[in-house]
């Protein structure tokens, strides 16, 4: 049986093992040497288990919704960050991998008026009212909830900014304001999902359950067979027209 080292301080400042004295500095570094090799605490390994779709610099890890490419007009990398031009009509973005269970962070700072969202599970889904397919999934909405028109007089609605849109409304959110950074996070499980906005879960539910079914079926989304209960689908950024930047994007798989 392999032997594990121990490491004991005493009153003169040494430490022992197997009779050997050993200086307190050079104990302590075993120490900390021993503890972080063979006891790697959560955050580590959380850290290690993250990637990054979007590093300020390359597109490699999106292409177009409908194409293999990613969009030559329309987004663009902008000091750092990945911004969707206004009126240049590049069509939306996925990840070119599908993602089951996952926590997505990202940054994002919307521009006066602008519309956008983070759609997830994203798969092919059928309209049943007229055979159309297309990809489509859940959406973490993003908007100017003061000044868009659609919104601004219902700001905490189901279509305002971290709901889980036309679904469920956030609650106790905290959106800084156009021309500031904030933070949106999705954390999907099983079929609980959860909205996360500025450090604060704004919004929860259970795909697939009555309730969820209930609020689909009073939506625009009522025709889509299946929508948001796929187990897996791409990420996807929308291009609503009006510029918005993301930064910091990342994913690690639960």
Not at 238 to 250: C, E, L, P, S, T
Request: aromatic residues 12%.
């Amino acid at each position: 049986m392999t032997e594990r080292t121990t490491f004991i301080l005493n009153e003169t400042e040494m430490c022992y093992r197997k009779n050997f004295l050993i200086p307190r500095p050079a104990c302590l570094a075993l120490l900390l040497f021993y503890l972080f090799v063979s006891c790697p605490g959560e955050t580590s390994a959380q850290s290690a288990s993250w990637t990054v779709l979007f590093d300020g610099k390359n597109t490699d890890r999106w292409r177009g919704v409908n194409s293999e490419s990613f969009p030559e007009a329309g987004w663009q990398v902008e000091e750092g960050t990945l911004a969707v031009l206004a009126g240049r009509k590049g069509g939306d973005i996925i990840t070119r991998e599908a993602f089951g269970d996952f926590e997505l962070v990202l940054d994002f700072m919307l521009t006066d008026s602008a519309n956008s969202g983070i759609k997830y599970f994203v798969t092919d889904i059928e309209n049943k009212s007229t055979g159309n397919v297309s990809k489509n999934g859940i959406e973490y909405q993003l908007i100017d909830d003061t000044q868009h028109p659609e919104i601004k007089n219902d700001p905490h609605g189901t279509s305002s900014t971290a709901a889980i849109y036309l679904l469920y409304p956030p609650e106790n959110k905290t959106l800084r304001p156009v021309g500031e950074w904030n933070q949106a996070r999705i954390v999907a499980r099983g079929k609980k999902i959860e909205h996360w906005l500025n450090g604060r879960k704004v919004a929860s539910c259970v795909r697939g359950s009555k309730d969820f079914r209930d609020r689909v079926a009073r939506s625009k989304f009522a025709s889509y067979v299946g929508y948001g209960e796929a187990s897996y689908g791409h990420i996807l950024l929308q291009d609503h027209g009006r510029k918005v930047y993301f930064r910091n994007i990342r994913i690690r798989v639960l």
